[in-house]
């Protein structure tokens, strides 16, 4: 029986997204819960995988292809139509040093001989087509009059000899940085001793998503802006507890604890888990706790799901893996699903206090400093205490002020008495 592959939903997204690449070619097994294509949802770089054992037999939309959740992009044929004398020809271990060496499969298909059983290609034929292939700079011959072997087409040595433009000093935008006609012109063009104008550099899609996300925010949510200091000493007594008494492998980090915290918070008062949109407010019916984590292409805001269900240990073995994937850019489409708020967390970089932009169409995100120690009144003496200062930004068309204290309020009670927080209700 064949199958059809088709895009799943991805979080609220309703644009159409971009399929990324292709993680089996045509003829390749594909195992059930097996990483099978990635898309682009603005947001991230999202992994989906195969849900059948079978065969990619057909690939309806290449990669680089707009898509719609729901499309069909390709087909599977299951497994139990597949003969069992059926071997792949590239070994899975050599398919991954391919993607590392950055080796299209195809070329590797076309000219080696696998060393494998039934000429099966394993990873050491691999090695050595990519040692036989390495990138050797081109041979160029003299073009500057100097004597100078130079990098460049031969277009462009024509124009530098027509335009008197010195090749032996330039770094070509051609492929291994050769000198293309290009270059030479642009370089004619410049008046002598002046500095050459910098390229940009081009935005990320996720650092370009952000950007337009942010500045929409700001310019159409009315945020408004709480702060409050909590004590941590409880929470850090915790963290103890967990290691020394529970024999936690590792102690829950404070964002950990605060993920859990804002989701009882918002069980306590589920007045705060709607949304502004199609012309009203939308009350949610789960409890997603968004995190912000920093990746080499841009912000990310993986969600974990259902947080006020999940005992400390989950949050915290949750928070661990989204933030794995995000930053191995292999985030799973429930790694973006619905949300009831952010939580940002800045401290460990030495920030005390910061104010955080509202991801739409969330209603809140908490921005958390670093826990330090500071002079404060305790029972009525002088004390140095950890402390942390929360910062809570609200969008004021679904949350007016007293609701948005309320809520903090909550948040720092159950720091303060955090063992609440250990366990599911």
Not at 56 to 68: H, R
Not at 217 to 231: A, G, I
Not at 279 to 285: E, T
């Amino acid at each position: 029986m064949t199958v059809d592959v088709v895009v799943p939903q991805i979080g609220e997204a309703i644009a159409s997204l971009q399929l990324v690449a292709w993680r089996k070619n045509i003829g390749d097994r594909v195992g059930r819960g097996e990483p099978l294509f990635d898309v682009d949802s603005d947001k991230a770089i999202v992994e989906v995988e195969a849900f059948v054992d079978g065969v990619l037999v057909e690939v309806l939309a290449p990669a680089g292809s707009n898509v719609l959740p729901q499309q069909v992009v390709g087909r599977i044929q299951t497994v139990e139509e597949q003969t069992a004398s059926i071997e792949p020809r590239i070994s899975p271990v050599a398919r991954r040093i391919a993607t590392d060496l950055q080796i299209e499969l195809d070329a590797v298909r076309n000219h080696v001989k696998g060393s494998g059983p039934g000429g099966r290609i394993v990873a050491e034929d691999v090695r050595r087509y990519a040692e036989q292939h390495k990138a050797q700079p081109p041979e160029a011959s003299p073009a500057d009059g100097r004597g100078s072997r130079v990098n460049a087409s031969p277009k462009a040595k024509r124009l530098a000899q027509e335009l008197d433009v010195d090749l032996g000093s330039m770094v070509g935008s051609g492929v291994g940085g050769m000198i293309i006609a290009r270059d030479v012109e642009t370089a004619a063009a410049q008046p002598p001793g002046t500095p050459e104008t910098p390229e940009p550099v081009p935005l990320t899609k996720i650092r370009e998503t952000m950007a337009a996300r942010t500045q929409a925010s700001k310019q159409h949510v009315p945020h408004f802006y709480l702060m409050v200091d909590v004590n941590m000493a409880q929470v850090d007594r915790l963290r103890r507890y967990c290691t020394e008494k529970l024999g936690w492998e590792r102690a829950p980090t404070y964002t950990d604890i605060i993920i859990r915290g804002c989701a009882l918070a918002i069980v306590d008062m589920p007045v705060v888990n709607r949304s502004c949109g199609h012309g009203g407010l939308i009350q949610r019916q789960t409890i997603g706790i968004g995190v912000a984590v920093n990746t080499e292409s841009g912000l990310v805001v993986p969600v974990i799901p259902n947080a006020d269900r999940l005992a400390l240990a989950e949050v915290s073995a949750a928070l661990k893996g989204a933030t794995e994937r995000a930053r191995l850019g292999r985030l799973r489409p429930d790694d973006l699903g619905e949300k009831s708020m952010v939580v940002s967390n800045l401290g460990m970089y030495g920030i005390d206090t910061f104010v955080a932009i509202i991801d739409m169409p969330d209603p809140m995100i908490l921005a958390v400093g670093r826990t330090a120690d500071r002079v404060v009144p305790l029972h009525g003496q002088i004390a140095i205490q950890p402390v942390c200062t929360l910062t809570l930004s609200v969008d004021h068309r679904v949350l007016d002020g007293v609701q948005g204290a309320q809520f903090l309020g909550k948040v720092k009670d159950y720091l303060e008495e955090p063992f609440e927080l250990l366990g599911t209700r």
